[in-house]
C-alpha cells in the first residue's frame, strides 16, 4: 500500500481568500451606568457569492454584528476586514438594507430614490444614474412605479425599492437586518423568492440577519447559528441544499429542528455539525 508521505500531506488545495473575515469580534454598548457586551469573539468568513446568514435569538447581537461590519460600531475586539483591509467605517462597498419601511426618502420618486445615492457617489451623471436606477427598478419588477413616491407603495415594495437601490450601488457586501421580518407571511415568502432570483442572476454576496429559522435555511447557503446574550458563534451549517421546494419536505423539517436545538439547548451536541 502506497505510503501518504509527509510531502503529500503537505500538499494544501488553493483555497479562495475571503471577502469578509471577522475574527474574534466583541462588541460592545457602553453607557456611564454600564457595559453591555453584545457579542463574544464571534469569528466567520464569507467568500464572494455567498449567502451568509446571521440566525439567532432576540438580543445575540445580530444587529450589532451587521451594524459592525457596515462600519458604524467598532469592536472592542478583534477585527472585521473586507478584501484584507480593515473596517474603519461606512462606505460604499456595504450598504445596508433594514427592516423598516421608512427608509426611503419620502420626497422622492421611487427613481431618485435609486438614483440619488448612485449620483452622490460621484460615480454617475445625472442621465447615466437614472438610466442605471431604471434597469435596477426594473429588475425587482417595479418599472411602472418608477415616478411613485413611497407612501403610495405597499411594504413589499418599498423593500423592492431599498433593495434595488442597494444593488444598483454594486457594493462588495449586501446587509440586510432582517428585511422581510415586519411583512405579512405571503409577501415574506415571495420577497424571499425574488431575493433568491436576483442572487442568481447578479451573484452579489449577501450577510443577512434573521431569527427565522426556516428564513435562514431558504436565503442562505451558509448559516452561522449565534448563542443567546452575548452572541457567540455555536455553528456555522451548510444550506445550499435547500431552496422554496424543499419547505414541508421532511429533510428540511430535519434540518429545522436540528438548528432550533442547537439555538436553545445548552449543550447540544454536534455544535458543529452540519444540518
Ligand atoms: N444602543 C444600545 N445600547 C445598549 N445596549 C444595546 C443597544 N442596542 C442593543 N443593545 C443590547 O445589545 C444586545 C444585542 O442587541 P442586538 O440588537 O444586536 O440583538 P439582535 O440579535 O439583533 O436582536 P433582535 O433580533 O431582537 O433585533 C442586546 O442585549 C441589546 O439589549
Redesign the pocket.
Given at each position: 500500500m502506497p505510503s501518504g508521505g509527509d510531502d503529500q500531506r503537505h500538499v494544501a488545495a488553493p483555497v479562495a481568500s475571503p471577502l469578509l473575515r471577522v475574527e474574534n469580534v466583541g462588541l460592545e454598548?457602553r453607557?456611564t451606568e454600564r457595559t453591555?457586551r453584545?457579542t463574544h469573539r464571534v469569528s466567520f468568513d464569507v467568500f464572494e457569492a455567498d449567502r451568509f446568514v446571521l440566525l439567532?435569538?432576540?438580543?445575540?447581537?445580530?444587529?450589532?454584528?451587521l451594524k459592525a461590519v457596515a462600519g458604524f460600531i467598532p469592536p472592542v475586539e478583534g477585527s472585521i476586514r473586507i478584501d484584507g483591509q480593515t473596517v474603519a467605517g461606512p462606505g460604499p462597498d456595504r450598504i445596508v438594507v433594514f427592516q423598516e419601511f421608512d427608509q426611503l426618502p419620502p420626497w422622492k420618486t421611487v427613481r431618485e430614490n435609486v438614483a440619488f445615492p448612485l449620483r452622490a457617489s460621484g460615480r454617475f451623471g445625472r442621465r447615466q444614474a437614472a438610466e442605471r436606477a431604471d434597469r435596477y427598478i426594473e429588475k425587482v419588477g417595479l418599472s411602472r412605479f418608477a415616478d411613485s413616491y413611497p407612501h403610495t407603495l405597499s411594504g413589499g415594495m418599498k423593500q423592492r425599492v431599498a433593495i434595488a437601490r442597494a444593488l444598483a450601488m454594486q457594493p462588495r457586501v449586501l446587509l440586510m437586518d432582517?428585511p422581510f421580518a415586519a411583512l405579512d407571511a405571503l409577501t415574506r415568502r415571495r420577497m424571499q423568492e425574488e431575493l433568491l432570483e436576483l442572487w442568481a442572476e447578479t451573484r452579489f454576496t449577501l450577510l443577512f440577519?434573521t431569527?427565522s429559522i426556516e428564513e435562514a435555511l431558504l436565503v442562505g447557503n451558509r448559516v452561522g447559528v449565534l448563542t443567546p446574550?452575548?452572541?457567540r458563534m455555536r455553528a456555522e451549517i451548510n444550506t445550499h441544499e435547500w431552496d422554496a421546494s424543499s419547505e414541508g419536505s421532511a429533510a428540511f423539517q430535519a434540518a429545522a429542528s436540528r438548528i432550533h436545538r442547537l439555538l436553545f439547548e445548552n449543550d447540544a451536541p454536534g455544535a458543529e455539525g452540519t444540518a
Open positions: 454598548y453607557t453591555v453584545a439567532g435569538a432576540s438580543g445575540c447581537g445580530k444587529s450589532t454584528l432582517e440577519v431569527h446574550h452575548p452572541g
